[in-house]
């Protein structure tokens, strides 16, 4: 009985030994990618935490010397900011409070870069699509207007789109189209939420243009009212 019970085990420590052989090293490597993996993913994590906790700083610094109205200090954290962590939020943050600042001291090339900047570096498509906004504000200003337009075009974030239709009403008036500026203001007026103020703004827009849009409703509904 004894006999038997060691050449069965025997047998099993052969076969191991065999697979073993066999297949030892595709397990080990399997395991060694494993537990790298793992050493990996804990160190991505702690990297990423690392650089929201110094960009976060970062950001403060620069907050600070937005509220103080220091654009040339909020524009050289700025430009560190998006060197050493360009992909944070605080960087795109940052960009479009530097722009802030900048436009307020009369600096509007320095905004104008630090929100072309988040037009096209943001990895958010809202991030690009305020700082498109805004860039297209001013690009009005220095009657830049088919870039204003181009500007426009691009900012596609689901949410914005009757400020975007309301911006390029803007652009339309200035280059003299008002016939497309009174369509760009129906359609941003149409799209924004009744309880918001600034429809009351988009509606005044529309007023000055003769198509005062309560006006319209209540003309379309009396000749809806006509026998």
């Known amino acids: ?43 991505w994590n702690w990297w990423q935490r690392d650089q929201a906790y110094k ?25 560190d900011l998006k060197e050493r962590f360009p992909r944070t939020a605080f960087a795109q943050q940052g960009g479009l409070a530097a722009a802030k600042v900048q436009f307020e001291k009369a600096q509007a090339d320095a905004a104008k870069a630090s929100l072309t900047w988040v037009a ?39 949410g914005f789109e009757s400020l975007v239709a309301d911006r390029r009403g803007d652009v339309l008036m200035a280059q003299g189209k008002k016939d497309e500026a009174r369509a760009a203001y129906q359609s941003a007026w149409t799209a924004m939420d009744d309880k918001l103020d600034y429809r009351r703004l988009v509606e005044a827009k529309l007023t000055s243009l003769a198509a005062a849009p309560k006006a319209a409703t209540a003309s379309a509904a009396a000749s809806g009212a006509k026998p």
């Open 1 to 43: 009985m004894a006999t038997s019970l060691d050449l069965q085990e025997q047998e099993q420590l052969d076969a191991l030994k065999a697979f073993w052989k066999q297949y030892g090293n595709l397990i080990t490597w399997l395991l060694i990618l494993a537990l790298a993996a793992f050493a990996g993913w804990n160190g």
């Open 55 to 79: 960009a976060g700083a970062m950001f403060d610094e620069l907050d600070r010397a937005v509220q103080a109205g220091d654009a040339d200090r909020a524009g050289r954290i700025f430009g």
């Open 120 to 158: 096209t570096s943001a990895g958010e498509d809202e991030y690009r699509t305020v700082a498109r906004l805004r860039l297209a504000g001013l690009l009005l200003e220095s009657k830049q207007f088919d870039e204003a337009l181009k500007q426009l075009t691009e900012a596609t974030a689901p």
